[in-house]
């Protein structure tokens, strides 16, 4: 139980990698804030969780690209649990357009998600998390290997790995850890309606293709007392698929 007394703050944790890695973490014994848009989704989430073994889960509307609502957010798990031990941003947005066609308001859409949600969760860690707390930021091989149609998500997820970095070191002496992995092809709706998987212009191997458990274990792993020596690191999970020539 490496999370027993624990409390967790998942984004985006209604569904998919999210709801994987809240399970994860809920049944090692932690107790769980599903962070979401919907109320309705977030509290059948987190009933999901209860049922995956966490001693207590509970949804929370909040949309991470504002920041006052992810301090409300942050502000709620403290009223109901008194602490906060782990936050997994995993929220993210992806739209598909040339970058001739996108406005700065599209970009800006998709940085205020990804990047910026990442941030106001750490700043918020930053102030109230005591040590031996950590951060999993959930970044994409598209920050390192991209396509066509998706610049603004691959911008966002590179920008990540880089913020990443900054937290880790100012991080350090809190005595709290941050670090991020890069999943590959995972069986979630976002691979599947990718204009780019449907046309056969991004060809998947279906052996390349992992399972939202898969990249939930690798989040456990490094938001856990196991990972303790790990910190500004960036993992790639992508089943080898960037390792092929």
Known sequence: MRFKDKVAIVTG????????????????????????????????????????????????????????AVDAAVTQTFEKFGRLDVVVNNAGLMIFKPIAEQTGDDFLKILNVDLLGAFYFTKEAFQKMKPGGAIVNVSSIHAVETEPMVSSYAAAKAALLSLTRSSALEGKPLGIRINAILPGAVDTPMLWNNPNVKSGEEKINKSDVGTPDDIAAVIAYLASDDAKFVQGAALRVDGGRLSRL
């Open 13 to 68: 944790a209604a569904s998919g990698i999210g709801l994987a890695t809240a399970k994860r973490l809920g049944s090692e014994g932690a107790r769980v804030v599903i962070a979401d848009l919907d109320q309705s989704k977030s509290d059948d989430a987190a009933e999901q969780v209860k049922s995956a073994g966490a001693p207590e889960a509970i949804g929370v509307v909040c949309d991470v690209s504002d920041e006052k």
